[in-house]
């Protein structure tokens, strides 16, 4: 380990001179070192580097601050203090990473985060796999529109009795939220009955189609009493503001790729799945919104192959389509051999004429 103490000698050093541009130098090289290393550490080397880069942490730029949090994140056993310094950061772009990643932050951090730093921090906090629901408490005490839309979402998120029923009042008025919420297969009955008698007509009647086998009959006596005839195939507006937040932390912190795609497509998260694929395909948002909610399908299998997409994550995306319940098993299977029998080759010429079409019009507008 004689590199080891090399570099904490040259670290110890480049504190005590105050020089930013050999701070950062010496912090990327340590980093380099451990994350190297990490899986043969023992708690006492842990410890040492803990010491040693968060101290150094805040002589450091944003930039290099952000680089560290998205190297250690991923890491196990990552130094505790220096993680902790960074999810407390005020950047979002160096917390961020930490907080969606790391596994060393324990739910009292959280906690303490949650409560005393901004939406962007909650946002983050609020895509994390677990979620304690002392976490949770907080989100929906403090968290936005956004936050609240976010942490609905997340499968494996969890909530006491009385942050369930702080979720459920602020759902009032908001239908996508309500379907968020009317989806989570953890609801109490009481309060997806509340959920229903709050909702609009459209989302009274997307809800009761999910609802338990036991409330059908009390779901259905308060539909009874709707008045006005609304179409329950008419689509809830989708919000996709959160989800480009969300996405564009998960890209910033090198998080983003077709597996978590594909997550998101199996979760039913619309949203967010049309936000990752504008990053993943580069193409706008309304676009992919609008490939997921045509009448053919070939447009959208092109750009999905163009993608390098594998076959199971297309069909994840295709029966998360608004339509995509109406197609059958022998429908599905003659689009998986439409999808398998056009090149890759093809599909990248195409987009590439319909891009390039695409710009000449906005230029000439």
Known sequence: MSARVSLISELEDAIARGSNAQSAETLRRLTDLFTGRAAELNDQHVELFDDVISRLVGEIEIKARAELARRLAPIDNAPP??????????????AGPVLLRSKRLADSDLVDIARRHGQEHLLAISSRRPLADSVTDVLVDRGDQDVLYNVASNGAARFSAGGYERLVV?????????????????????????????????????????????????????????????????????????????????????????SELYDLAKSKRYEEAVAALSVLCGVTVEQIDWLMNGDRIEPLLIHLKAAGFDWLTVRALILLRPSGRRISAKDLEDICDDFKRLSYATARRVVGHLQSADTELRAAS
């Open 81 to 94: 203090n220096t993680i902790r310094q960074l999810a407390n950061d005020e950047a979002i772009e160096v």
């Open 170 to 258: 602020r759902a009032e008025g908001d239908d996508s939220l309500a379907v968020r919420i009317g989806e989570r297969p953890d609801i109490p009955p009481h309060l997806f009955s509340k959920l229903v008698t709050q909702a609009s007509a459209i989302v009274q009647r997307k809800l009761a189609a999910r609802a338990p086998r036991e409330l059908r009959a009390e779901i259905e006596r308060v539909l009874a009493d709707v008045s006005q005839e609304i179409d329950p195939q008419t689509p809830t507006p989708h919000r996709f503001t959160a989800a480009r937040r969300l996405i564009g932390m998960l890209h910033d912190a090198g998080a983003l790729g077709e």
